[in-house]
């Protein structure tokens, strides 16, 4: 009789352990993701989810953030105010683009990447005009001289270039036609002369199908462009790299 009392005895203990054995594994599958995934800044439960999944929390201290541009800066004739693609810092001669890119460094951190082209582009607003015209009609894919190194360690990819011909430059087409953004954030700026970003990202979702384009991108007026380090602090403060 003792004898049964104790085999009983066992048997309740042993599905018992087990029993408290699977609820800390369910624990465990739940928490791991907040304590690992998240730091201290991550939204509590319930906060907009597709902020999560956009843009990766924490991760701007963490160096992964590449700034690529294209950007032709008219070297020859008017300056920016008159319309030129031009913004002279310091003495130094920059494309509007290069400067926004710029600008975004100095609020995101991260590295900056200069897309160029084997072919140069002219200087002068009328040749350049021409020859970008040309590009487009021949839908040209300009060979690119720069190359990303180190994509892997990048998840956010700032993306800036002109509108040109209310498109994107066909420098960016090669760009985006040779590298393979699938899972990472591509956050599309750019400077125009009054078209905006025209349907240009979109064009950038249809390139990478797999990437996450984040639609609020930054549009800047070239005329604005000497005066735009507000607004680029402003939208970088609301990306919430
Ligand atoms: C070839 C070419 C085509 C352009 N086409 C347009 C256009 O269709 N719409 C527009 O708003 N601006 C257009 N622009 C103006 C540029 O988008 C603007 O000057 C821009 O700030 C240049 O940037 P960047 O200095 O970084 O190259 C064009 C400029 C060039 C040179």
Same mark, same amino acid.
């Given at each position: 009789m003792r004898k049964l009392a104790a085999i009983i005895l066992s048997s309740v203990l042993v599905l018992s352990l087990t029993a408290c054995s699977n609820n800390r594994q369910g624990e465990t599958a739940t928490q791991a993701p907040s304590s690992t995934d998240a730091p201290a800044s991550t939204p509590a439960a319930g906060d907009n989810e597709s902020e999560e999944s956009t843009v990766t929390e924490g991760t701007a201290s963490d160096g992964n953030i590449l700034i690529a541009y294209f950007s032709v800066p008219?070297?020859?004739g008017v300056d920016t #105010?008159? @319309?030129?693609?031009?913004v002279v810092v310091d003495g130094e #001669?920059? @494309?509007n683009n290069q400067y926004i890119a710029q600008l975004i460094q100095q609020e995101a951190g991260g590295d900056l990447f200069r897309i160029e082209t084997v072919q140069e582009y002219p200087g002068s607003h009328d040749?350049?005009?021409e020859f970008a015209y040309n590009e487009r009609a021949e839908d040209a894919r300009p060979e690119l001289a720069t190359q990303i190194e180190n994509l892997d360690s990048y998840d956010v990819i700032f993306l800036g270039y002109p509108n040109w011909n209310a498109d994107l430059p066909?420098?960016?087409?090669t760009f985006l036609e040779e590298y393979d953004f699938s899972g990472k954030t591509i956050i599309p700026f750019t400077t125009h002369g009054g078209s905006g970003f025209s349907r240009t990202?979109?064009?950038i979702q249809e390139l990478q199908p797999d990437a996450i384009i984040i639609e609020d991108g930054l549009s800047i007026?070239?005329?604005?462009?000497?005066?735009a380090q507000?607004?680029?602090?402003?939208?970088?403060?609301g990306l919430n790299l």
């Open positions: 008219e070297t020859d #105010v008159a @319309g030129a693609s031009r #001669v920059l @494309g040749p350049l005009l066909m420098p960016l087409y990202i979109q064009r007026s070239r005329n604005s462009v000497p005066d507000s607004d680029v602090t402003e939208w970088v403060a």
